[in-house]
Structures are given as C-alpha cells and as structure tokens.
C-alpha cells in the first residue's frame, strides 16, 4: 500500500516542478495535455513506471545492433545470429549472446565493462535512431497528459542500461516528459521484477514517498513486464504495440490490455481503472 509521505500535495506544486525548461514548454504541455486530464486528476498518488522499447519507442533496429556492437567491443569479433531481446534486461540479452557464442564464462562476468560497452554502442548507433525509429503514436501526449498531473511520479522501468534508456528517449525528445532519476534500468538488476524495487527506492529517497503494489503501475509490451509487475509488486497495462497481441498479453495476466496509446482518453480511464480497483 501506498503510505502518506512527506510531501504535502495540498501544496499545488506537485512532483515534476523543475524538471521542465522554458515557460514556452509549460505552455505546450499543458495545451497538450488537456485530452484526458479530467480523468486523470482523479487519481490517488501513483507511481508509472514505462518500458521503453514498444511501449514508448521503435528503436528500428538499432537496439540489436547496438548490442552487437557491444559483444565487437567486448570480444574483437562479430557475433554470429541477431540477439533475442523481448523483455529481457540488456545484461540478461549480453549474457545469451556470449553463451550463444561459446564466449567463455569468465569473459562475461564483469557487468561494469558489459555496461561500458553497451554505453559505448550506444553512443555510436544513437545518431541512427531518429531515422530509424520512432516515438510510437500517442506516446508523448500520454506522457505530456501524466506530467501535469500533480499526484503522479512518471519514470521508466526498463531493460536498458540507464546511459542507453536516456538516449532513445531523448533522441525522441520524451526524456524530458519523465524522471529518470527514479527509472529502475538493466543496470540495477539483471533480474527485471527486481527493478521495480529499485525504481521504488529512488522515488522513496527523493520525494520521500513510498509506493507499494497498488500505487505502482508498470505499462510494457511483453509478458516479462508483466512477469516483472507480478513477481516485482505492482500492477500492470499491457499495450499490444510490440510483438504480442492483446490475447497474449491478457493470458499472461495483465492487469489491463490497450491496443495502443492512440486514444489518450482511453489510456487515461483505464489507468484510473487499475489503479482504483480494489
Ligand atoms: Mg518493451
């Protein structure tokens, strides 16, 4: 349960005062974010915690070569087959494609230099993104809509390193319109239920508040996510933009399951749904 914190919400100010740039952007985002925003001022204080990767993003392959890059980096050599992502934290992805390539076991052991690596990759393939990828429709006016929202703490909870999670978002301009300071990353665990923990500790430390299972509320692509809501303490929208369909993800026990974020109207119901089911 979500226990009384610190803050003081009667205060008007909310969670995200300073994290924007200039008037003009308030502006903006508040124009943008009127659609839904009756709904969501209903809402009791909440955590979201988003994938990034099919939920927010197509990162148009970029993400496979990236992880490529890193194994080049780490071993001198190329791997042979594509990695297997889906859900998986970036440490888990590197570990299989070492194995998948005979790597020896003490070369993968070492997760600072795996993280190294991968941020390197990243650094380079990030130019490729905006022409490759894109923010998946009605990403960034849900976003928007959640950030004018004062009982809301708005962060990711992803497979990604912390370094490369930032540079797809920024490189669609949505790295602003969340707290990255409080994500929980593949660089906190290999273990992805355990990032909700982590992603829980941040926002504890910084806004003094604790969010328990049904003040938290993961939104992902793949039935890891929800795998990670469940085994992690939180509840889940599923958003059928990634590889599995709205049955799948529904058979894997979703709290919820939208077809996209399209309709900021429904998202917007939803959420309250889920988080205000008893
Ligand atoms: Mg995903």
Redesign the pocket.
Known sequence: MCSPGARDHGDGVGYHTGMLGSDRDHERIEGMAAVGVGVLDQLPKTLVLW?????LIENGGVSKATYSLAFELLTGRLPSGRPV???RTDFQIMRELFSANSVAPDRCADLGRIEQALAEAMKRNAPLLPDRGYALPGAADALRALLSVPAVVQSVL??NIEANAWAKLHAFDLDRLVDLGVGGYGSDSIVRSELVDAAREKVRLKYGEKFGATSTILI???P??IEAARNGGAKIIAVAT?ASDVSTLQAAGADAVIESLVDLDRFSSVLLEVRTRA
């Open positions: 994938d990034v990767d099919h939920t992502t889906d859900g992803t497979g992902g692509d793949t890891r996510d990634g």
